[in-house]
């Protein structure tokens, strides 16, 4: 999906609770606040949980809706910086972040790599890599994402980007929603 209709779907409605992802939550409520990067932001909730955490965030996302309504949930106070740009082309920097997450971005496969490769490039060593998004595995046995084969997650695709690196987590989760489980791909890595 382009930006216009990321924008259009945003200005529609609400499409995510405030609330964040249990599962990247969980994970990263341990993590000592630093530096994160929150790729493919959306209205942000994952940045706002980690600024309310204490951690300074940079939230990229090339919809400005979606971004607009991540700023305005904002408490005062909150260290976020909200970067309306396309992750394909956008500086995500290089060794920087003690933290990078990537959270249902959904791409064609050669473009996924590409965003993968460089946020994990932006993780700084010692620093942590959270990827989550629906999982090949959601077409027979799961419900909701994209139904597009080419677009969705496998542990084969996020192990890719990190290898070398300590895995924490990489593997098929369920996710129970309203409808129905939904089967995610979870990758959490630690930067040697
Ligand atoms: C399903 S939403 C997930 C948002 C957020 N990560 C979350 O979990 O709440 C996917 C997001 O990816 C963004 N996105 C898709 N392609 C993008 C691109 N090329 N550059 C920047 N953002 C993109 C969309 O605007 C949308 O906000």
Redesign the pocket.
Known sequence: ?E?AE?DRRYAEARQ?SVEP?RTAAELTAGLHPGRALDV????G??ALWLARGGWDVEA????AV?LRRGQQDAPPGARVTWRV????TADLGSAEFDLVLV???H?PRPQMVDVLARSAGAVRPGGYLLVLGHDSENLTRGIGGPQDPDVLYDPELLGGAVRGWGISRLERIDRGTDSGTAVDTLLFAHRP
């Open positions: 999906m930006a990321w995510w992802n493919a932001a959306g209205e909730r994952m990229v996302d090339f919809s979606g740009e396309d992750v394909l959270l249902y971005l791409l």
